[in-house]
């Protein structure tokens, strides 16, 4: 399996995982200019734009490269606050009233077994904020 097929697995797992808490999927891998958008969801009150970060490892085990959402950088919150803007900026009509949000979702996989059992997944509402 390749990086990106891995990356797949993680982002099915979090719409799966929001859907199950009453998200309404808008948008998946959305890219805005040379940004990608991971997930667009919304509820009844909020459009949420989701970053994922999937790894190979049980969230409550220490890691060499740390916790998934700390590869969120200051690079990347950047990239997703000047495409979030842009998205906003481009879709304003069909928003309507709902409040934007920017979150990370972790997801954390078994690697042993075949197709990667999702383990957990962790959501940080409101995680990247200008």
Not at 28 to 38: A, H, L, P, Q
Request: proline share 5%.
């Amino acid at each position: 399996m390749n990086k990106r097929e891995f990356g797949w697995i993680g982002e099915a797992s979090a719409e799966e995982y929001l859907n199950a808490r009453g998200f309404e999927t808008v948008g998946k891998n959305v890219y805005v200019g040379r940004c990608e958008i991971d997930l667009i969801v919304k509820s009844d009150t909020h459009i949420l734009f989701i970053e994922v970060k999937t790894r190979k490892q049980l969230p409550d085990v220490r890691s060499v490269y740390g916790r998934p959402a700390t590869a969120v950088n200051t690079a990347k919150r950047n990239n997703l606050l000047t495409a979030v803007r842009r998205y906003i900026h481009e879709n304003r009509e069909s928003l309507c009233e709902l409040q934007p949000r920017i979150d990370i979702v972790e997801v954390y996989v078994d690697p042993r077994c075949d197709g990667y059992r999702v383990l957990d997944v962790k959501h940080f509402p409101n995680a990247v904020h200008p």
